[in-house]
């Protein structure tokens, strides 16, 4: 991600864009915005509007605080979040 924003956005990288103003710039999810998903292969990142779960298997979804999924990605092995999420059920 941030090899194309590089490319694309024409925006320097902010080290400390986690903590400051929106740049314009997309961002991979930071850790400070880590929660318990509750399964072991899926990590869970709740940003202001909107949350990011990626998968072991490089599955991912983003979905808005109003439950609307905007991208439900598989992983390389087919599997989306769902799959894996209820694999460990």
Sequence with gaps: MRTV??????????PSAATSLPD???????ELFEKKSGHSMVQLFKQT??????GQN???????????????KPGKDGKTISDLMSEEQ
Excluded at 5 to 14: C, F, L, R
Excluded at 24 to 30: Q, S, V
Excluded at 58 to 72: H, L, M, N, P, T
């Design 49 to 54: 509007g909107h949350s990011t779960w990626i």
């Design 5 to 14: 924003e590089d490319a694309m956005s024409g925006i320097p990288e902010n």
């Design 58 to 72: 490089g599955a991912f979804r983003i979905q808005r605080s109003d439950e609307f999924v905007e991208i439900d």
């Design 24 to 30: 314009g710039r997309m961002y991979p999810p930071h």
